[in-house]
């Protein structure tokens, strides 16, 4: 069974950054694809990055690009999101997930972490 576990949330001021990891175990890491989602309060669950099984591609929602960079190290079964230039719209809480295979837009992630909060204070 896949165990995700995320970690680098918390408060932040809007302009500043944070580095989220997630470590994986239990799983074919290297096989996988991996995603970071978020939820902020009383909205849906939404797309923010994804990465394929090699890290030689990336996937972002407009809302995040050019600010958030994900990344992986294979050797580690880990799998970072760098945040940059937050705003007070990007509090929610995050969570990683991983899917076995390929990403597409749209594609369901089959395993999923515990998540954590992120807050930036405008």
């Known amino acids: 069974q896949v165990q995700l576990v995320e970690s680098g949330g918390g408060l932040v001021q809007a302009g500043g950054s944070l580095n989220l990891t997630c470590v994986s175990s239990g799983g074919t890491f290297s096989k996988s694809a991996m995603g970071w989602f978020r939820q902020a309060p009383g909205k849906e669950r939404e797309f923010a990055a994804a990465i394929n099984w090699s890290g030689s591609a990336a996937f972002y929602a407009d809302s995040v690009r050019g600010r958030f960079t994900i990344s992986r190290d294979n050797t580690k079964n880990t799998v970072f999101l760098q945040m940059n230039n937050l705003k007070a719209e990007d509090t929610a809480v995050y969570y990683c997930?991983?899917?076995?295979?390929?990403?597409?837009?749209?594609?369901?992630?089959?395993?999923w972490g515990q998540g954590t909060q992120v807050t930036v204070s405008s």
């Open positions: 997930a991983a899917l076995s295979g390929s990403y597409f837009p749209g594609a369901e992630f089959h395993y």
